[in-house]
């Protein structure tokens, strides 16, 4: 994780290393508005080392052909590197090679795990949330209540922006069947006490899902300690390519639940009246997978586990609370999230590098405009998560996130472009 309680008197020491990392990013040396592109959006989606590019594209241009059905030589070597990714991605989160299924992403994952579970709900049953949800795992979960009749209910979060977790013991009842929440939130920043919560439902017998879109890339997390049923998250979130994700899901909880999707591969055996399931995990995997996804998914980890070493982890630490203090230097700034000085209040909420704020003088689309004209790119708007504006009674949101490839000289752009806001709306 990356507490934001590191003294340190070098707000960003590891500079140097983020700045020789970004050379590995080709996208990252353009030009945008006569000035050098500065990237501060890799919560929506990061850019792409080179290794990774090579990858997909070696695929399609010494490799391309179907996995798992061919006997000839290119197939073969198809197959072997489509499920040597998927090997490099059950290590990389410590789950088993079986537990692990590509999809096409989070959306698509979640979207997945509802379907399964769905058959193990019933009419009065609770299904539980947090406010904090991208709405990837929230509408799922409220349209599987819609379907079977069942509560859904909603952990809320604090004022210092953390997961209410006196509420979270209330809420989660003996009538909980399923439970899904969010590792890190993709608006506030903050990392959520994920395993308290499984735990929590643990007790009553309830399905875990983790939203670990935010999570995986920044954190060496495992899913065996954190006992969670479900993980999911996406391959360009962590340096992959679109259009890849990953569904982790508990072997024996896999062996039991039946397919929602059908069509090639899945199916070992089928009559005019009958059919058996392929073995885990092709028995979830319907159809031609993206193949060169999977293969440059699994590029992106090995990539990830060589360069996010315990200094990368600091230096993003210290580069956001960097960011943070500079941003607040500004007039009419709020942050929206846990701000760092949390801490001396004896309130311990961790968080990564995502900030969103407004400014009293601009919305966040002006914010968004003026920084876009100075080569900087941020997002704003809800973020995917209009439950959690509308209980903020915050229409829209500006955001900045870091990746590894961020650097102090990034953070000082933003702040020339903000200051620039000021002057021009204040």
Partial sequence: MIPMNRKTNDPVPCNELALKIKLDFPLLSREMAGKKLVYLDSTATTQKPQVVLDAELKYYQETNANVHRGLYTLAEDATTQYEQARMKVAEFIGAQYEEVIFTSGTTSSINMAARLLEPLVKEGDEIVITIMEHHSNFLPWQQLAKRKKCVLKIIPITKEYGLDMAAAQKIITSKTKIVACTYVSNVLGTINAVGEVIEMAKRVGAYTLIDGAQAVPHMMLEVKKLGCDFLAFSGHKMCGPTGIGVLYGKRELLEKLEPVVFGGEMVKEATLHTLSWNELPWKFEAGTPNIAGAIALGTAVAYIQEIFTLQMQEHLGDLTKYALAEMQTLPGL????PRGEEMEKGEKIERIGVISFTMDCAHPHDIAEILNSHGVCI????????????????PATARVSFYVYNTKEDVDALMRGLRRVVEVFA
Wanted: aromatic share 0%.
């Fill in 379 to 394: 997002r704003a708007g809800h973020h995917c998560a209009m439950p959690l504006h509308t209980t903020l009674a915050i």
């Fill in 334 to 337: 709020q942050i929206i999230g």
